[in-house]
């Protein structure tokens, strides 16, 4: 047998009416693919009825017989595929894609109109593989195919798709999306890479767009104007103002730009709408203001954070924290009680807008408050802030936020409430915590979420006596709390916890993978190589697993996975491409630079600013290139990084 495997045609054992085993080679395949054209209607039906019952074995020839000159076995043969397309599509979400992906992947555009239901399924996972099916053809059919999945899926298949759709610069694709994208993250997405691509063609469309109120997407429409045309002129934005326009993002819009270019019409319009104190637009036109140098500004919003009317004080509340006006802390600080639960809530949004620790102890009291949804949002603020304050580490502990929220936990917290105000210091609640947990063994308790978490909260405080429960705690159902342990687990450095880490790498869920890969490769565990280097290759699998994968293996000096960096360096997922390129700076091989070089040429702005991070690190040099650049400058600096590249590897 050369290609097909080996296919049972009748199974039955002779001697029971029935015929005996028949198995199938490539050179009886070739000849039931020539029968497709037979003279005879039957032998035609026959030789269609055997390779559908042949499956997989029978995919390469009748790929190949899509070519045929006949028509009637271009037909069959594409309606055969079709047929197995169904088949496959369905063994997507088996636990081992990989021969189904593949097999998809030689059909092609046969396979499309199958694919096409993958919104069917509730795997993301399968999302992912489909977009990437519909990618690896460059045809101009694809691109329908990939708006369906920026549409219709979510995660990291709709966000491969809409990169996909920008490398190949389809422009009216990517307008489909910025109108109706399925979420606005994605819409804006879309827009960011219509800015990036920088095509003035497109504007006659846009305003048309624009100027009917009921489309969609109006406000992102409206960015794109501005981005492409910096010179929109005063008298063409200002009518977006006017109250016939109820559009709030729209308004939101222009008054971000108005505050740039604006002039004096802008200002008065500015200062009446500061006046109507809408909390939907306050942030922008109090930013747009302090642009303008508007000197009564702060005092307007002061006066109004104490307004009788508790829409007024919550806007106050919105503008004061888009400004960062870190003098009205104390006057927000007031608000946290105010009789109005909303106000209450705008008080603590406020403060977590100011980014700085010095507002924790404020917060501090309210994690024992009575309402819990109120404690939840304390909790959170406190995780936005962040730093290196011990609650706010307590805080960042992975289901602190809904242990909090529960009343059962309640107690708990007043405990540590009331330490924090008899002692006065951050330190005496995280020493406080440490204390609760030996004082009520929960190192050991029988829920293993309560004994998990305390050997979470023992490890970051410093407490070695939890690094062996850590281990156990891989096994957690909760997701959030086995990559919290995952994360711990390469820093920790002990290598008994490898087998358990092994173990993990297959979790299900594509952050906990990525953490326990990262772990065996800072614990330099080469007995796990070949399994993540087959993650690594796995085109299933998910980009930032293969992307840390191929870090790892390269941190371990795999050889066996050397030659494979080059292959991954040009793969379709940039994030993949960067985990190559990666691979390849710690190797010292040189190739890592052409890969760096398309990323930042192609890459959105986080991938771009990784790859000028690690192509600066490796050749110390940046021809002033900076990824958050607009375009022009971008192409300028790129321009000088081909022309060093053409004479550095010719040399």
């Given at each position: 047998?050369?290609?097909?495997?080996?296919?049972?045609?009748?199974?039955?054992?002779?001697?029971?009416?029935?015929?005996p085993?028949?198995?199938?080679?490539?050179?009886?395949?070739?000849?039931?693919?020539?029968?497709?054209?037979?003279?005879?209607?039957?032998?035609?039906?026959?030789a269609?009825?055997?390779?559908?019952?042949?499956?997989?074995?029978?995919?390469?020839?009748?790929?190949?017989?899509?070519?045929?000159?006949?028509?009637?076995?271009?037909?069959?043969?594409?309606?055969?595929?079709?047929?197995?397309?169904?088949?496959?599509?369905?063994d997507?979400i088996?636990?081992?894609?990989?021969?189904?992906y593949?097999?998809?992947?030689k059909m092609?555009?046969?396979?499309?109109?199958?694919?096409?239901?993958?919104?069917?399924?509730?795997?993301?996972?399968?999302?992912?593989?489909?977009?990437?099916?519909?990618?690896?053809?460059?045809?101009?059919?694809?691109?329908?195919?990939?708006?369906?999945?920026?549409?219709?899926?979510?995660?990291?298949?709709?966000?491969?798709?809409?990169?996909?759709?920008?490398?190949?610069?389809?422009?009216?694709?990517?307008?489909?999306?910025?109108?109706?994208?399925?979420?606005?993250?994605?819409?804006?997405?879309?827009?960011?890479?219509?800015?990036?691509?920088?095509?003035?063609?497109?504007?006659?469309?846009?305003?048309?767009?624009?100027?009917?109120?009921?489309?969609?997407?109006?406000?992102?429409?409206?960015?794109?104007?501005?981005?492409?045309?910096?010179?929109?002129s005063?008298?063409?934005?200002?009518?977006?103002?006017?109250?016939?326009?109820?559009s709030?993002?729209v308004?939101?819009?222009?008054?971000?730009?108005?505050?740039?270019?604006?002039?004096?019409?802008?200002?008065?319009?500015?200062?009446r709408?500061?006046?109507?104190?809408?909390?939907?637009?306050?942030?922008?036109?109090?930013?747009?203001?302090?642009?303008?140098?508007?000197?009564?500004?702060?005092?307007?919003?002061?006066?109004?954070?104490?307004?009788?009317?508790?829409?007024?004080?919550?806007?106050?509340?919105?503008?004061?924290?888009?400004?960062?006006l870190?003098?009205?802390?104390?006057?927000?600080?007031?608000?946290?009680y105010?009789?109005?639960?909303?106000?209450?809530?705008?008080?603590?949004?406020?403060?977590?807008?100011?980014?700085?620790?010095?507002?924790?102890?404020?917060?501090?009291?309210?994690?024992?408050?009575?309402?819990?949804?109120?404690?939840?949002?304390?909790?959170?603020?406190?995780?936005?802030?962040?730093?290196?304050?011990?609650?706010?580490?307590?805080?960042?502990?992975?289901?602190?936020?809904?242990l909090?929220?529960?009343?059962?936990?309640?107690?708990?917290?007043?405990?540590?409430?009331?330490?924090?105000?008899?002692?006065?210091?951050?330190?005496?609640?995280?020493?406080?915590?440490?204390a609760?947990i030996?004082?009520?063994?929960?190192?050991?308790?029988?829920?293993?979420?309560?004994?998990?978490?305390?050997?979470?909260?023992?490890?970051?405080?410093?407490?070695?006596?939890?690094?062996?429960?850590?281990?156990?705690?891989?096994?957690?159902?909760?997701?959030f709390?086995?990559?919290?342990?995952?994360?711990?687990?390469?820093?920790?450095?002990?290598?008994d916890?490898?087998?358990?880490?092994?173990?993990?790498?297959?979790?299900?869920?594509?952050?906990?993978?990525?953490?326990?890969?990262?772990a065996?490769?800072?614990?330099?565990?080469?007995?796990?190589?070949?399994?993540?280097r087959?993650?690594?290759?796995?085109?299933?699998?998910?980009?930032?697993?293969?992307?840390?994968?191929?870090?790892?293996?390269?941190?371990?000096?795999?050889?066996?996975?050397?030659?494979?960096?080059?292959?991954?360096?040009?793969?379709?997922?940039?994030?993949?491409?960067?985990?190559?390129?990666?691979?390849?700076?710690?190797?010292?091989?040189?190739?890592?630079?052409?890969?760096?070089?398309?990323i930042?040429?192609?890459?959105?702005?986080?991938?771009?600013?990784?790859?000028?991070?690690?192509?600066?690190?490796?050749?110390?040099?940046?021809?002033?290139?900076?990824?958050?650049?607009?375009?022009?400058?971008?192409?300028?600096?790129?321009?000088?990084?081909?022309?060093?590249?053409?004479?550095?590897?010719?040399?």
């Amino acid at each position: 047998m050369n290609l097909a495997v080996l296919y049972i045609l009748l199974t039955a054992a002779p001697g029971h009416g029935e015929e005996p085993t028949i198995i199938l080679g490539d050179d009886d395949l070739k000849q039931m693919v020539r029968d497709l054209g037979a003279e005879t209607f039957q032998e035609r039906e026959k030789a269609s009825d055997e390779l559908r019952k042949a499956g997989a074995a029978s995919s390469p020839f009748l790929i190949e017989a899509t070519r045929s000159k006949d028509p009637e076995v271009r037909a069959r043969a594409e309606s055969l595929l079709r047929s197995l397309a169904q088949i496959l599509m369905a063994d997507l979400i088996s636990a081992q894609p990989d021969q189904a992906y593949s097999q998809l992947k030689k059909m092609g555009p046969i396979a499309f109109p199958i694919l096409e239901g993958f919104a069917e399924f509730d795997e993301p996972r399968v999302h992912y593989m489909v977009a990437r099916l519909f990618a690896a053809h460059d045809t101009t059919a694809s691109l329908d195919y990939l708006v369906r999945v920026v549409r219709f899926s979510d995660g990291l298949a709709r966000q491969f798709a809409l990169e996909e759709l920008a490398h190949r610069k389809a422009i009216e694709h990517l307008l489909l999306c910025v109108e109706d994208g399925g979420t606005e993250d994605i819409q804006e997405k879309a827009a960011a890479h219509l800015i990036e691509i920088a095509d003035k063609s497109i504007l006659p469309r846009l305003w048309k767009h624009l100027d009917n109120r009921e489309n969609e997407g109006r406000a992102l429409v409206l960015r794109i104007i501005i981005a492409l045309d910096p010179q929109t002129s005063e008298d063409k934005l200002l009518p977006f103002l006017e109250a016939g326009d109820e559009s709030l993002s729209v308004s939101n819009e222009v008054i971000t730009h108005l505050g740039f270019i604006g002039g004096e019409k802008t200002e008065k319009q500015l200062i009446r709408m500061l006046n109507e104190m809408n909390p939907l637009t306050i942030a922008t036109t109090s930013l747009a203001l302090r642009r303008f140098g508007y000197a009564e500004l702060d005092a307007i919003l002061s006066k109004k954070l104490f307004s009788n009317e508790s829409r007024e004080r919550r806007a106050a509340l919105s503008a004061m924290s888009a400004l960062r006006l870190t003098s009205a802390i104390d006057a927000i600080s007031e608000l946290l009680y105010d009789p109005d639960r909303n106000t209450r809530f705008g008080a603590i949004s406020a403060l977590a807008g100011m980014r700085t620790t010095v507002v924790i102890p404020t917060l501090v009291p309210l994690l024992a408050d009575a309402d819990p949804d109120i404690r939840t949002e304390t909790v959170m603020a406190i995780r936005r802030i962040g730093g290196t304050s011990p609650i706010a580490q307590l805080a960042l502990v992975p289901g602190i936020p809904r242990l909090i929220k529960n009343q059962t936990a309640l107690p708990w917290c007043i405990h540590l409430v009331r330490t924090f105000l008899k002692e006065k210091t951050e330190q005496a609640v995280a020493d406080e915590a440490v204390a609760l947990i030996y004082k009520h063994n929960l190192i050991k308790h029988s829920d293993p979420a309560y004994r998990d978490l305390a050997a979470i909260v023992l490890y970051r405080n410093g407490q070695g006596v939890a690094e062996k429960y850590l281990i156990k705690a891989l096994e957690n159902d909760d997701e959030f709390i086995r990559l919290a342990v995952a994360k711990h687990l390469g820093p920790m450095g002990d290598p008994d916890a490898i087998p358990a880490l092994i173990e993990a790498i297959d979790d299900e869920i594509m952050l906990v993978q990525r953490a326990v890969i990262y772990a065996l490769g800072s614990l330099d565990a080469k007995q796990a190589c070949p399994k993540i280097r087959r993650l690594m290759l796995d085109e299933t699998a998910w980009p930032e697993v293969r992307k840390i994968a191929a870090t790892s293996l390269a941190t371990m000096l795999y050889e066996p996975a050397f030659t494979d960096f080059g292959h991954l360096s040009r793969d379709k997922d940039l994030e993949v491409r960067i985990g190559a390129g990666s691979a390849l700076a710690t190797l010292g091989n040189i190739t890592c630079i052409p890969t760096f070089i398309s990323i930042m040429k192609e890459g959105n702005a986080h991938q771009r600013r990784v790859a000028q991070m690690l192509l600066q690190q490796y050749t110390h040099r940046s021809f002033g290139f900076n990824a958050t650049d607009d375009k022009v400058s971008r192409d300028a600096a790129m321009e000088r990084w081909d022309a060093w590249w053409e004479k550095y590897a010719n040399e």
